[in-house]
């Protein structure tokens, strides 16, 4: 029913930038968000944003990077800024969807790899 894709991940130095996309596919589309798992660790939440615009993020994050909607072209973005060689991980899209004969439901992308390393 839905599809993620997610598009922009690469290799960056530490300090560096980079900008994530994730288009959706099928309608109804609700919260969004990325999450990211290192090698060796669990899968953790970065940040969503609700249909109408409220945000959270990790504490890690906060005030480096920014997450964003165009809920026209059902897509949102993370735009990361001052990378640290710990934030290297597999970068995770995430959307649900709300219907009154579904309930909630979850969708996940593929992951794009996401390197910092001098």
């Known amino acids: 029913q839905v599809q993620l894709v997610e598009s922009g991940g690469g290799l960056v130095q530490p300090g560096g930038s980079l900008r994530l996309s994730c288009a959706a596919s099928?309608?109804?589309?609700?919260?969004m968000a990325w999450y990211r798992q290192p090698p060796g660790k669990e899968r953790e939440l970065v940040a969503r944003?609700?249909?109408?615009?409220?945000?959270t993020y990790a504490d890690s994050v906060k005030g480096r990077f920014t997450i964003s909607r165009d809920n026209a072209r059902n897509t949102v973005y993370l735009q990361m800024n001052s990378l640290k060689v710990e934030e290297t991980a597999v970068y995770y899209c995430?959307?649900?969807?709300?219907?009154?004969?579904?309930?909630?439901?979850?969708?996940w992308g593929q992951g794009t790899q996401v390197t910092v390393s001098s």
């Open positions: 995430f959307a649900n969807t709300l219907t009154f004969s579904e309930g909630y439901l979850d969708y």
């Open positions: 099928g309608s109804g589309i609700n919260v």
């Open positions: 944003i609700t249909r109408g615009g409220t945000t």
